[in-house]
């Protein structure tokens, strides 16, 4: 009795009514199984067009889940109706508490999709005692109804990163709005040519577009050229999470080199395990970290040479004014140019040839904040990481957009969590 007040408080089903309820126990588990009916004198609504007409035949009872209660399974029992629809002929009925063929009520997909935005897909399927593929139909539903349903006015200022899958075979484009009050990711695609980014703008639409003010990415050509095609009266900017990404490649290409030569030589290893000292910035290192890197930087070795070319481009990040920015990117690079590391001197090549897009970074100044692309990318990272057990492109994509996506979710009368 109880069990259908609450119900017919936070769970109303128009035209239907909560029946008998009922404790089952079988193979030692036990569920509560609600029956439902139709109102009296309601007649069936055609689960195509939605109009109601003269019910055909009744099927036989069908369980849909519900939102477990003091973990017991909870069902609704349901014998569905076909209509006899004078549109679409004789079709199964229209039921509020589901879609389609779907064995999960709508609201216990929400439920799922939920908490599937804080743990990992298998973990909600195992605490809460169903499938992994429930919760990924559940996440697929939320993703199809947030992305149909977002609002996608007032965006001005974009961001576009690559992002490796497939042990690094393959590479995902991502999209994101990074206005300052609403950041989030606004579109996945497969790859990073020319056409992945082309297929955002089409997506995007050439109206949007044109209100865009500040695009920032990497320096990968085939974005260079959309953004220069697609959105040319926004500002591009080049960002610093993708510069100091090039430079500590090249850094971890130097040791790299040098580490092997100073093995072949039979010298002393002290580029082993140095890795992580030269990437990071000095400021994250930590405990004994700290007089390891000290006692690096005393060696003349072209691994520690390249690391303080890097340290000393940081100031760059510090001007104000792009004039002053520009000189002393000037003289890095010819700095860069003289230090005879190759992998250093292809990063001051590439700046000098993308000089103007960089020094945008200054005329931005305040407008994307320097720390949203990375954000992202580490999160995204984290949601391919944490590897929900799939593999599949779709999967990725519904797993991204329903994590970074900030998507909008319907009203409800009431929120089971
Ligand atoms: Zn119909």
């Not at 039921?95 to 804080?118: D, E, N, S």
């Not at 095609?229 to 290409?253: S, V, W």
Request: hydrophobic share 45%; with cysteine.
């Amino acid at each position: 009795m109880l069990v259908k007040s609450i119900l017919n408080r936070v769970e109303k089903q128009p035209g239907f009514v909560y029946d008998s309820v009922r404790l089952v126990e079988s193979a030692g588990r036990l569920s509560v199984e609600i029956q439902l009916r139709a109102r009296k004198g309601t007649r069936p609504r055609c689960s195509r067009c939605g109009r109601p007409g003269p019910a055909y035949d009744t099927l036989s009872p069908r369980r849909f889940e519900f939102v477990p209660l003091w973990a017991i399974a909870v069902f609704f029992l349901y014998a569905l109706r076909r209509v006899e629809c004078a549109r679409c002929g004789v079709r199964v009925e229209r039921v509020p508490w589901a879609q389609g063929k779907h064995q999960l009520t709508t609201t216990y997909a929400w439920f799922l999709a939920r908490w599937a935005k804080r743990l990992s897909w298998s973990t909600v399927a195992t605490i809460f005692e169903t499938s992994w593929t429930h919760v990924f139909l559940s996440v697929r539903m939320a993703v199809a109804w947030g992305r149909e349903h977002q609002d996608l006015t007032g965006i001005t200022a974009l961001g576009i990163d690559e992002i490796q899958w497939k042990r690094g075979q393959r590479y995902l484009t991502l999209v994101y709005q990074l206005d300052a009050g609403r950041r989030r990711l606004l579109w996945i695609g497969q790859d990073r040519t020319v056409e992945t980014l082309q297929g955002f703008f089409r997506w995007f639409g050439a109206r949007r577009s044109a209100r865009l003010r500040f695009i920032c990415s990497d320096m990968w050509k085939p974005y260079l050229q959309v953004v220069a095609e697609r959105a040319g009266l926004a500002l591009h900017i080049l960002d610093r999470f993708h510069i100091m990404a090039h430079m500590n490649k090249a850094i971890d290409h130097v040791r790299a080199q040098e580490a092997r030569a100073l093995r072949a030589r039979g010298q002393a290893p002290i580029l082993t395990k140095t890795r992580w000292l030269l990437l990071r910035r000095p400021e994250h290192l930590t405990g004994p970290q700290v007089p390891r890197l000290a006692e690096l930087l005393g060696y003349n070795l072209r691994a520690v040479r390249a690391y303080l070319l890097r340290e000393e481009f940081q100031f760059f990040w510090g001007y104000v004014h792009p004039t002053w920015a520009g000189r002393f990117l000037d003289q890095w690079c010819r700095q860069t140019m003289r230090s005879q590391l190759e992998p250093m001197k292809k990063v001051a090549r590439m700046l000098r040839r993308h000089r103007p897009l960089l020094l945008n970074w200054f005329r931005a100044k305040g407008a994307i904040s320097g720390g949203a692309v990375e954000g992202f990318n580490n999160k995204a990272k984290l949601t391919m990481r944490k590897a929900f057990g799939f593999r599949t492109y779709r999967a990725i994509e519904i797993a991204l957009y329903h994590t970074l996506g900030n998507l909008p979710e319907p009203e409800a009368a009431h929120r089971f969590n």
